[in-house]
């Protein structure tokens, strides 16, 4: 059985850090690129960062210099580190594996004072 499941979703002040993490099985990880997605309240469903499998990364204008994306294969997780967080970063944040249609239930992630 499939399973993306994301972690550490929170509230944080604007300038704060949340670090998201998605433990990922039931297939085989380590071949495909993962991607992080977010949807805002009204807004469509956008790309945030994806890593392959050789650990090459591609980042969204709006987060780069400040998310982070990295993967351990070893333990089948792929991490979103979110720093400088901004009120517009607010959104669920989903974990993908595009490839076979994959994705988790979401993290809810609140940048508010």
């Known amino acids: 059985q499939v399973q993306l499941v994301e972690s550490g979703g929170g509230l944080v002040q604007p300038g704060g850090s949340l670090r998201l993490s998605c433990a990922a099985s039931?297939?085989?990880?380590?071949?495909?690129?993962m991607y992080w997605y977010r949807q805002a309240p009204g807004k469509e469903r956008e790309l945030v960062a994806n890593?392959?499998?050789?650990?090459?990364?591609i980042y969204a204008d709006s987060v780069k210099g400040r998310f982070t994306i990295s993967r351990d294969n070893a333990k089948n997780t792929v991490s979103l580190q979110m720093n400088s967080l901004k009120p517009e970063d607010t959104a669920v944040y989903y974990c993908?594996?595009?490839?076979?249609?994959?994705w988790g239930q979401g993290t809810q992630v609140t940048v508010s004072s």
């Open positions: 039931g297939f085989t990880f380590s071949m495909y690129t």
């Open positions: 993908s594996c595009l490839r076979k249609n994959y």
């Open positions: 890593i392959n499998s050789a650990g090459t990364t």
